[in-house]
């Protein structure tokens, strides 16, 4: 059964964001892999073609958007997916060695989950905390700030015990299901997709 086999109505929804032509369907691309993602934690290669017959395009089109974005998976991650910012500010600040502290201790690499199914990690681009660095953020929920060696222990401990260390601070921005951008403050920001002017098609 396809993931959006009995949810024509949110389908609907996603779509009336969009012009109604063949370019607006494809624009929906990304709520769409984000309702996936939401929902399986990573979107399968089944789910991969659904979201391509959705929107009328190709497989490999979907798989080169999902690449350029680290927020969708295509592989399955653990309970606790630990991304480490590997730009600049963080390499400088030690996120190369706390990498291999992670990889090491855990016993995974990209694209794996460990062996009790709590971890999984990826090495991402700058997560606009270059301030703190080295961040590590931990699923979508928020920042670790600031990671030392010894923090890093300290934080994989209570993981590992199936607890989850209360982040520094969530990550900056979320879009909640109606289109609303929603800061970690709680602030709305901008317009919700629902509220903006439909394009139309040229007649
Ligand atoms: S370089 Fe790591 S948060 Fe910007």
């Not at 109604?20 to 979107?43: F, I, K, N």
């Not at 490999?60 to 399955?76: D, Q």
């Not at 991402?124 to 660095?133: K, N």
Request: proline fraction near 5%; glycine fraction near 8%.
């Amino acid at each position: 059964m396809g993931h959006f086999d009995d949810k024509a109505e949110l389908v609907a929804e996603i779509f009336s964001r969009y012009p109604h032509t063949p370019q607006g369907r494809r624009s929906a691309l990304m709520p769409l892999l984000r309702e996936v993602q939401d929902a399986h934690g990573y979107v399968s290669d089944t789910h991969l073609h659904e979201v391509a017959a959705l929107i009328g395009t190709t497989a490999t089109e979907v798989r080169s958007v999902m690449s350029f974005y680290s927020t969708y998976s295509a592989v399955p991650t653990g309970q606790f997916h630990l991304q480490v910012c590997s730009t600049l500010m963080c390499a400088l600040a030690g996120s190369d060695e706390l990498w291999d502290e992670l990889v090491t201790r855990l016993d995974v690499q990209p694209g794996e989950v460990s062996a009790d199914g709590r971890f999984s990690v990826q090495r991402v681009e700058c997560l606009g905390s270059c301030g703190t660095a080295p961040v590590v953020q931990l699923n979508d929920l928020g920042y670790y700030e600031r990671v030392t060696r010894r923090r890093c222990h300290d934080l994989l401990a209570q993981m590992q015990q199936g607890v989850t260390p209360a982040p520094d601070h969530q990550v900056p921005m979320t879009v909640q299901p109606n289109g609303q951008q929603v800061t970690a403050a709680g602030q709305v920001a901008g317009r919700s997709s629902s509220d903006l002017t439909r394009l139309e098609a040229q007649p």
